[in-house]
């Protein structure tokens, strides 16, 4: 079956260093997506990508982020200057389009010191 | 975006069918219901969606009423392995974003 793959799956970084999350969706997908969920609550939409340009975009989403799809294959989340409260699980989906449901990757847990 | 409301846990004996029941009272024409399972550590995992009345595939059902504001995930004769967190979807599925909300967290008792 194919799936979402998302490197690395953990990373420790220190509070103000820029990092970023890879992630290879489903090859014939077209919609991608960044989640986060932060210990013990909710998973939490980030940011939609689709034709190369963001769809849609949540409140967390700022200037501290942003997304790439540098290849045609892998799909990556930048934090560009890291805090504490960055910490969690982010996880990352495809989905092929249509009504078709979203697959999620295993997730990289980000944990800020 | 439809708002979701499910209970916050559950309990349930290994063997019995069991019921999760979100509602979703602002739901729109559009709108479909998804659920999908969460195990510690893993990613959200799809398990079923419909749009109306009942859709049934190897893993559980999903009972939707005429008027949609509500919907039942049923998953026959759980086991131990069943014990996850179950998280009802609501939103265009053709769009660009779908929203989990606190999910309902099942214990499957031996």
């Known amino acids: 079956e194919p799936e979402v793959t998302q490197t690395p799956s953990h990373q420790v970084t220190q509070m103000g260093q820029e990092v970023i999350l890879r992630c290879v969706p489903i090859s014939n997908h077209l919609y991608f997506y960044w989640y986060r969920q932060i210990l013990g609550q909710k998973v939490e939409f980030l940011v939609s990508f689709y034709n190369n340009e963001i769809s849609e975009k949540s409140e967390i989403f700022d200037d501290q982020f942003s997304v790439e799809r540098p290849d045609g294959s892998n799909f990556t989340l930048k934090i560009r200057s890291t805090k504490l409260e960055d910490s969690a699980m982010y996880f990352c989906a495809s989905r092929q389009g249509g009504n078709t449901e979203a697959f999620f990757g295993q997730g990289t847990r980000l944990t800020v010191v | 975006l439809a708002k979701t409301t499910q209970p916050i846990s559950m309990d349930s004996y290994e063997g019995q069918e069991v019921n999760i029941t979100c509602s979703h009272n602002?739901?729109?024409?559009?709108?479909?219901i998804t659920w999908y399972q969460q195990f510690p550590s893993q990613g959200p995992r799809f398990i079923i969606q419909?749009?109306?009345t009942k859709v049934t595939n190897e893993v559980a059902s999903l009972f939707i009423p005429a008027d949609r504001k509500s919907s039942t995930l049923s998953l026959p004769r759980v086991s131990l392995s069943d014990t996850a967190v179950y998280y009802c979807l609501v939103g265009d599925i053709t769009g660009n974003q779908f929203y989990f909300g606190t999910g309902t967290s099942l214990t499957v008792i031996p």
């Open positions: 602002n739901i729109a024409t559009n709108d479909y």
């Open positions: 419909g749009y109306k």
